[in-house]
Structures are given as structure tokens and as C-alpha cells.
């Protein structure tokens, strides 16, 4: 088989919006499986599946297919999100004239996923065109993205366990093609980056980091806004205007005040969503706008969980536009739905929404004891009617 040479493969990929690309080869990732474990052994992974449920198949990529021998590793770089729209030490949702606003993690404020997969195509067809079979892998459950990628040498695992780039920092996204084709190897690991700084550690609103590259995602609040149940209820204050996923130990990370910016951007995506806009649309408007997010069960009814927790968090006062979504809610046959009301109308100091009518209706249908269980929080008596 006639094999292209890695310039070509290298301005292949910088056209198709991939920031940089490394060759490395399909040996098991050791160090990634045993840290996998670990963090399963420990219950920091909180139930995810992803690459937990199954360590052993997503650290040996030499099992995505009979024959694969090579795998070209690509980051795509995003934008950065402007540090204005930060709010890091002091957890409260922005409140501008147009109402509260819920903020997007900026790797979905634009369709960085969809670019990547875009580029990572046009790099398989080049290698098809050789005749090698060549598969795209990225952000699945089959490949750990990170340790592929410092295994490539494309940067070191950090502190907060995110794949830092000397150039780009972290603001990128991981992709590969796997191929049968015997291209060479080009990778060297790169040492550490992070010295003694622990900002991360510091800084993390719900301190999810404590030891060097360990995570527990039972704290981590862009886990907790896309697992199921109750959003709880020690985190809630800390999530603070974040809508959907989370960019604090990335924003201060002293290594991304010097990262510089892809070639190709991404079209945009919202940023900011009006909260109360958010909670009057039907399921299928949301579904439509929000579909692309990673929602548990695919169910609406998390987005307005999440979108209840950040109205709570605003200090929003007398707006009878808030009021009215909060009575809506309080009426929502969901119960989880319900439950998240009760708390945002109490944290806003609305108690006058919640009227003996109102504590009746609210414990109807509470099956699993949700919304009760919120108003026993708030020392309001929740069974005004049994005996
Ligand atoms: C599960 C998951 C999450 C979980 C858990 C994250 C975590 N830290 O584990 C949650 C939902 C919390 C999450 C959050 C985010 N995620 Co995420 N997530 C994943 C996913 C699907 C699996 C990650 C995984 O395997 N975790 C298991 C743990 C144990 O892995 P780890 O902590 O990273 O540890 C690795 C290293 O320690 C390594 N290792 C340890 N020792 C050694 C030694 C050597 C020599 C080597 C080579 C490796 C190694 O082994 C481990 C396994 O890779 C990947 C996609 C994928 N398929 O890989 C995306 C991914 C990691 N996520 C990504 C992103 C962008 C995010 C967020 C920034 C999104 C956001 N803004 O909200 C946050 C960042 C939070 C954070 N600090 O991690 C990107 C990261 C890009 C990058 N530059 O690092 C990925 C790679 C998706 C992608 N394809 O681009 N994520
Ligand atoms: S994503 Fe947010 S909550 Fe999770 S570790 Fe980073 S700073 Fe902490
Ligand atoms: S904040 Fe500091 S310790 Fe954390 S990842 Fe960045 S450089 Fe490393």
C-alpha cells in the first residue's frame, strides 16, 4: 500500500479546520486503563458510563478493528469564552434588562463537534483513496480521546484532567482516524506543564479536583447538569448562572492566557439563553433548540430542572415575568419539575407563591417524594390534607 507523507496529511487537516494532528501507534493505553479503574474503584466516575463501562476495549485501540495499525490524533481548537461573562468566585446568575441569562459552555456554543467530525472525515477519505480502511473516533465511548492524544504527544494531562496543549491550551476538542495503514510515528509524550500551580484545585466552584488529574464527577457541575434525578441540593448554589456544562478550571488555568486561536471558526451557537424564555417553550421547541446537548433520558424536563436551579441563583426581584414561569412550574405535572419550582421560589424569597392551594396540588402525583421532600427542606408542612 502506497503511504501519503505527513505534510500532505498535515495541510489536508489544517484546511479542514484541525489545528494540529499527530501519528502515534494502537499499543493499549496502560496508565489510562488503571486510572480509569481507579476512579470507577473509588465511585469518582458517579455511575457514567462513557469510557467506564468498558476500560479495558476503550484503552486498546487496537480493538476498534481487525488490521488497525496507525491513528492519526487531531485537536480542533475553540474560542475561548470572553472573561466578562464570568462570575467565577461569586455564584449568582447575570440579570440584565432582558431577564436572567443561563450560560453554555463555549465547546457548544458553536458546533465544535460537527467541524471536528468534518475534518476528521476528509482525513479518512484522503487515506481511503490509498486504498486503507480508515474509521473515525471521536468523543465515544470505544477511545479514551485524552489519552490517546498526550500518548500522540499533542499535549499533557493537567491537574484538572483536561489535555493541555503548549500552544493551543485547552480549548480543544479530540478526534481520531484509525487506520490500517502503517504510517509512521511522529508522537513524543511531553513532560508536564503544570509545575506546582493549583489554581484549578483552588478555584473549581464545587473543589471537584482535589488530587493531581482525579476528578469526581459526583461534584463536578458539568456532570451534574447532565445526570439524572435531582440536581442536588449542596450544588446548587455553586452552579450559579451555568446552563449547560462548565469552563471555570479552564478559564483560569494560567496555561490557556497565552493559547492562541484556531484557523477556522465554527458558526455560533447561543451563548446565553433567557431563562425565562427557556422555561415557557414546549417540549418540542426545546427539544428542537437543545436537542445537540447531551440531556439525560432526552427528557425536557432536565432542562427546566437546570433552568429552575439558575433562576433560583438570580437575584432577580419583583419581575411578575419570573413569577409567572414560577407559578407555571409550580403547576408542571412533572414532579422533578415541581420540586426545583419550590426551591427557586423560596431561594428568590417568592413564598407568597406557594399558598395552601398550592402545597395541595404541588404533592399530588410525587411519587418518589420529591417535592415533598423540598418543601420538608424549607420547613413548609407538605400533607396539610392527610389525617
Ligand atoms: C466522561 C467525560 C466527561 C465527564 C468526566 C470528565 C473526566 N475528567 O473524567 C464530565 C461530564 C465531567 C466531562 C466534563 C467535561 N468534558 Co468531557 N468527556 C468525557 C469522555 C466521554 C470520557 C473521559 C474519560 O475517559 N474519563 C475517565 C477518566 C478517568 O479519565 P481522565 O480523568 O481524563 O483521566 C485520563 C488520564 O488520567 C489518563 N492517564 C492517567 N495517567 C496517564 C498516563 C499516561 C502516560 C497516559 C497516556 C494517560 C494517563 O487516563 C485517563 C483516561 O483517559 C471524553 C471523550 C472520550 N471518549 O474520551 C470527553 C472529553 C474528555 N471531554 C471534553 C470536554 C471538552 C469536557 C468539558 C471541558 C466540557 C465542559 N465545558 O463542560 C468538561 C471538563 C471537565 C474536566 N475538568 O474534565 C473533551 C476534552 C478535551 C481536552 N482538551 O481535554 C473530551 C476529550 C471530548 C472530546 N472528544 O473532545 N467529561
Ligand atoms: S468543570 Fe467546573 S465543576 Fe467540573 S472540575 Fe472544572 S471547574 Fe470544577
Ligand atoms: S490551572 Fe494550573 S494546575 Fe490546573 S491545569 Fe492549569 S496549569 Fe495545571
Same mark, same amino acid.
Given at each position: 500500500? +502506497?503511504?501519503?507523507?505527513?505534510?500532505?496529511?498535515?495541510?489536508?487537516?489544517?484546511?479542514?479546520?484541525?489545528?494540529?494532528?499527530?501519528?502515534? &501507534?494502537?499499543?493499549?493505553?496502560?496508565?489510562?486503563?488503571?486510572?480509569?479503574?481507579?476512579?470507577?474503584?473509588?465511585?469518582?466516575? /458517579?455511575?457514567?458510563?462513557?469510557?467506564?463501562?468498558? @476500560?479495558?476495549?476503550?484503552?486498546?485501540?487496537?480493538?476498534?478493528?481487525?488490521?488497525?495499525?496507525?491513528?492519526?490524533?487531531?485537536?480542533?481548537?475553540?474560542?475561548?469564552?470572553?472573561?466578562?461573562?464570568?462570575?467565577?468566585?461569586?455564584?449568582?446568575?447575570?440579570?440584565?434588562?432582558?431577564?436572567?441569562?443561563?450560560?453554555?459552555?463555549?465547546?457548544?456554543?458553536?458546533?465544535?463537534?460537527?467541524?471536528?467530525?468534518?475534518?476528521?472525515?476528509?482525513?479518512?477519505?484522503?487515506?481511503?483513496?490509498? &486504498?486503507?480502511?480508515?474509521?473515525?473516533?471521536?468523543?465515544?465511548?470505544? *477511545?479514551?480521546?485524552?489519552?490517546?492524544?498526550?500518548? /500522540?504527544?499533542?499535549?499533557?494531562?493537567?491537574?484538572?484532567?483536561?489535555?493541555?496543549?503548549?500552544?493551543? &491550551?485547552?480549548?480543544?476538542?479530540?478526534?481520531?482516524?484509525?487506520?490500517?495503514?502503517?504510517?509512521?510515528?511522529?508522537?513524543?509524550?511531553? @513532560?508536564?506543564?503544570?509545575?506546582? !500551580?493549583?489554581?484549578?484545585?483552588?478555584?473549581?466552584?464545587?473543589?471537584?479536583?482535589?488530587?493531581?488529574?482525579?476528578?469526581?464527577?459526583?461534584?463536578? =457541575?458539568?456532570?451534574?447538569? +447532565?445526570?439524572?434525578?435531582?440536581?442536588?441540593?449542596?450544588?446548587?448554589?455553586?452552579?450559579?448562572?451555568? *446552563?449547560?456544562?462548565?469552563?471555570?478550571? +479552564?478559564? $483560569?488555568?494560567?496555561?490557556?492566557?497565552?493559547?492562541?486561536?484556531?484557523?477556522?471558526?465554527?458558526? @455560533?451557537?447561543?451563548?446565553?439563553?433567557?431563562?425565562?424564555? *427557556? $422555561?415557557?417553550?414546549?417540549?418540542?421547541?426545546?427539544?428542537? +433548540?437543545?436537542?445537540?446537548?447531551?440531556?439525560?433520558?432526552?427528557?425536557?424536563?432536565?432542562?427546566?430542572?437546570?433552568?429552575?436551579?439558575?433562576?433560583?441563583?438570580?437575584?432577580?426581584?419583583?419581575?411578575?415575568?419570573?413569577?409567572?414561569?414560577?407559578?407555571? !412550574? =409550580?403547576?408542571?405535572?412533572?414532579?422533578?419539575?415541581?420540586?426545583?419550582?419550590?426551591?427557586?421560589?423560596?431561594?428568590?424569597?417568592?413564598?407568597?407563591?406557594?399558598? @395552601?392551594?398550592?402545597?395541595?396540588?404541588?404533592?399530588?402525583?410525587?411519587?418518589?417524594?420529591?417535592?415533598?421532600?423540598?418543601?420538608?427542606?424549607?420547613?413548609?408542612?407538605?400533607?396539610?390534607?392527610?389525617?
Amino acid at each position: 500500500m +502506497q503511504v501519503p507523507n505527513l505534510e500532505d496529511i498535515e495541510l489536508i487537516a489544517k484546511n479542514a479546520g484541525l489545528d494540529d494532528l499527530s501519528v502515534t &501507534g494502537v499499543e493499549p493505553l496502560i496508565e489510562a486503563r488503571l486510572a480509569i479503574e481507579d476512579r470507577k474503584r473509588r465511585g469518582l466516575h /458517579a455511575g457514567m458510563h462513557f469510557t467506564y463501562g468498558n @476500560p479495558e476495549r476503550a484503552t486498546d485501540p487496537s480493538q476498534l478493528f481487525d488490521g488497525a495499525r496507525s491513528i492519526l490524533v487531531a485537536l480542533r481548537s475553540y474560542k475561548a469564552p470572553s472573561f466578562e461573562s464570568f462570575d467565577l468566585w461569586n455564584a449568582k446568575t447575570e440579570v440584565s434588562d432582558g431577564g436572567p441569562k443561563g450560560l453554555v459552555a463555549s465547546y457548544v456554543s458553536s458546533d465544535e463537534y460537527g467541524m471536528l467530525r468534518e475534518g476528521l472525515m476528509k482525513l479518512a477519505s484522503y487515506l481511503e483513496s490509498f &486504498g486503507a480502511r480508515a474509521e473515525v473516533v471521536m468523543d465515544d465511548n470505544r *477511545l479514551a480521546d485524552r489519552a490517546i492524544a498526550a500518548k /500522540a504527544g499533542l499535549g499533557w494531562l493537567g491537574r484538572n484532567t483536561m489535555l493541555l496543549h503548549p500552544e493551543l &491550551g485547552s480549548w480543544t476538542v479530540i478526534g481520531s482516524v484509525i487506520t490500517d495503514m502503517p504510517l509512521e510515528e511522529d508522537s513524543k509524550k511531553l @513532560p508536564d506543564g503544570c509545575g506546582t !500551580c493549583r489554581r484549578c484545585s483552588v478555584d473549581c466552584p464545587t473543589s471537584a479536583i482535589d488530587e493531581f488529574g482525579v476528578l469526581d464527577a459526583n461534584r463536578c =457541575l458539568a456532570w451534574l447538569l +447532565q445526570a439524572k434525578g435531582i440536581f442536588p441540593r449542596q450544588y446548587r448554589a455553586a452552579l450559579g448562572n451555568r *446552563l449547560y456544562g462548565c469552563d471555570d478550571c +479552564q478559564v $483560569l488555568c494560567p496555561v490557556n492566557d497565552t493559547a492562541i486561536e484556531g484557523s477556522r471558526a465554527a458558526v @455560533p451557537r447561543e451563548d446565553k439563553v433567557d431563562i425565562v424564555a *427557556l $422555561l415557557d417553550a414546549s417540549d418540542e421547541d426545546l427539544m428542537d +433548540q437543545y436537542g445537540h446537548w447531551y440531556i439525560p433520558r432526552r427528557r425536557p424536563e432536565y432542562l427546566r430542572r437546570n433552568a429552575l436551579v439558575v433562576l433560583g441563583n438570580s437575584r432577580i426581584g419583583d419581575s411578575p415575568e419570573v413569577e409567572r414561569v414560577l407559578a407555571n !412550574c =409550580l403547576a408542571s405535572p412533572h414532579a422533578l419539575v415541581r420540586s426545583h419550582a419550590v426551591w427557586a421560589v423560596l431561594r428568590l424569597g417568592k413564598r407568597h407563591l406557594i399558598g @395552601p392551594d398550592e402545597i395541595r396540588t404541588l404533592t399530588e402525583n410525587d411519587d418518589e417524594g420529591l417535592v415533598r421532600a423540598e418543601l420538608e427542606e424549607w420547613g413548609i408542612l407538605a400533607d396539610p390534607v392527610s389525617p
